[in-house]
């Protein structure tokens, strides 16, 4: 009976320490999740928390199909991987060499007829396809972020909408 109640005891112990540290990894994860709001003027804004290696990533969508995008301020373009192009349906349009962090790579030519991150649609988006680039994570670059304000502080980054000129 001792050797029964023994036992019982640890799968309670083991069982509520697994409860409590699930708890405590779903809260951390919501606590990351991007979310964005509107100042009283109506000026959208979307806030990202880095991951451990200091990165930014978010779900997003492309041609309405859901994309995991991860912010590359240092690229130029937006970058999608050729499984996820490929899942996608897009066009292979003419190829190219671009620079990466690894080397020349041989890119194709691509448009989406739209993006979407948080709040922020752009229709008609140039980008390209790289075979090359492993996973289902998209780089989302800078000729969709230009468009918008960037601010880095303290492990988050703030996209905006620019405020407007005052006249």
Known sequence: MAGVMIALLWVLVLGGG???????????????????SSDASGRQTLTLEADRYGQFALNGSANDEEVL???????????IPGVVAR?????????????????????????LDKLTIGPFTQYN????INPGLEGDTA??????????????????????LPEPNPR
């Not at 697994?18 to 964005?36: E, F, I, N, S, Y």
């Open 18 to 36: 697994t409860w409590l540290a699930q708890g405590w990894l779903d809260a951390r994860k919501a606590d990351r999740a991007p979310h964005w």
């Open 69 to 79: 995008f991860l912010i590359d301020t240092g690229a130029s373009g937006i970058s």
């Open 87 to 111: 899942t996608m349906n897009l066009p292979q349009g003419r190829p190219f060499d671009v620079m990466t962090a690894n080397g020349s790579t041989r890119v194709y030519q691509t448009q």
């Open 125 to 128: 988006v140039t980008a390209h």
């Open 139 to 160: 780089l989302l670059g800078m000729n969709f972020l230009r468009h918008y304000e960037l601010l880095h502080r303290r492990g988050k980054l703030t996209i905006s």
